[in-house]
């Protein structure tokens, strides 16, 4: 599996997963990467079949047509999104890419469309939801902390310890971390009842 982290405007994280045999590639959150995401492609010779967005904020979809125009790849989101897709998603869904799964979680919290992507079993896309040492905001519009107390903790937080995780921006001391190390060190997940961990995301 080829996977690539990139980082070229500001904080926005956007990444490329591509089955190396078959050159079958998803690009992730293709906000303000555009340039350096098509050079990417060309030079590897990459065939992109998808865009995938793990939410709609302007910020992680920016560049999704002027890719699909280059590529004329298919943009998938969650099926309550509101950004212009061709493939509508949900909870346990299954993209494939050449013979690597992704599979769909949906995490609402940050926004109601929100989806973080595990791949493979073993690379977790959080976009807004969780990042490095800290969690997504809940108080913009479609956000509930409520909702995010569930995606965090009754989904995200149940995945092996092992499991590498990327955020949606370069938040953190490091541009990705564990489940594992998540649960010992990123205090917004320390043990709370839901009551507190609404209390404390409104502090």
Same mark, same amino acid.
């Given at each position: /599996?080829? +996977?690539?982290?990139?980082?070229?405007?500001?904080?926005?994280?956007?990444?490329i997963? @591509?089955?190396?045999?078959?050159?079958?590639? @998803?690009?992730?959150?293709?906000? +303000?990467?555009?340039?350096v995401?098509t050079?990417?492609?060309?030079? #590897?010779?990459?065939?992109? #079949?998808?865009?995938?967005?793990?939410?709609?904020?302007?910020?992680?979809?920016?560049?999704?047509?002027?890719?699909?125009?280059?590529?004329? @790849?298919?943009?998938? @989101?969650?099926?309550?999104?509101? *950004?212009?897709?061709?493939?509508?998603?949900?909870?346990?869904?299954? %993209?494939?890419?050449?013979?690597?799964?992704?599979?769909?979680?949906?995490?609402?919290?940050?926004?109601?469309?929100?989806?973080?992507?595990l %791949?493979?079993?073993?690379l977790?896309?959080t976009?807004?939801?969780? +990042? %490095?040492?800290?969690?997504?905001?809940?108080? !913009?519009?479609?956000?509930?902390?409520?909702?995010?107390? %569930?995606?965090?903790?009754?989904?995200? /937080?149940?995945?092996?310890?092992?499991?590498?995780v $990327?955020?949606?921006?370069? $938040?953190?001391s490091?541009? $990705?971390?564990? *489940?594992?190390?998540?649960?010992?060190?990123?205090?917004?997940?320390?043990?709370?009842?839901?009551?507190e961990?609404?209390?404390? !995301?409104?502090?």
């Open positions: /599996m080829l +996977f690539e982290q990139i980082k070229q405007h500001g904080d926005n994280f956007s990444y997963i @591509a089955d190396e045999t078959t050159k079958e590639t @998803a690009v992730i959150d293709p906000n +303000f990467n555009t340039e995401i050079r990417l492609l060309k030079k #590897k010779k990459l065939q992109l #079949k998808y865009i995938i967005n793990t939410h709609g904020h302007s910020d992680h979809t920016a560049g999704n047509e002027e890719i699909k125009h280059v590529f004329g @790849a298919k943009i998938v @989101a969650h099926k309550l999104s509101k *950004i212009s897709k061709d493939i509508s998603v949900d909870e346990g869904d299954t %993209v494939i890419i050449g013979k690597i799964p992704i599979k769909i979680i949906h995490t609402p919290g940050h926004t109601h469309d929100s989806i973080c992507l %791949v493979d079993g073993k977790l896309l976009g807004d939801t969780l +990042f %490095v040492g800290e969690c997504g905001r809940t108080d !913009m519009t479609g956000g509930s902390s409520e909702e995010l107390y %569930v995606s965090l903790f009754n989904k995200l /937080m149940k995945l092996d310890d092992s499991v590498k $990327y955020p949606g921006h370069d $938040y953190g490091k541009s $990705y971390s564990t *489940i594992g190390i998540e649960k010992r060190t990123n205090y917004t997940l320390e043990k709370r009842t839901l009551e961990f609404i209390e404390f !995301m409104r502090d």
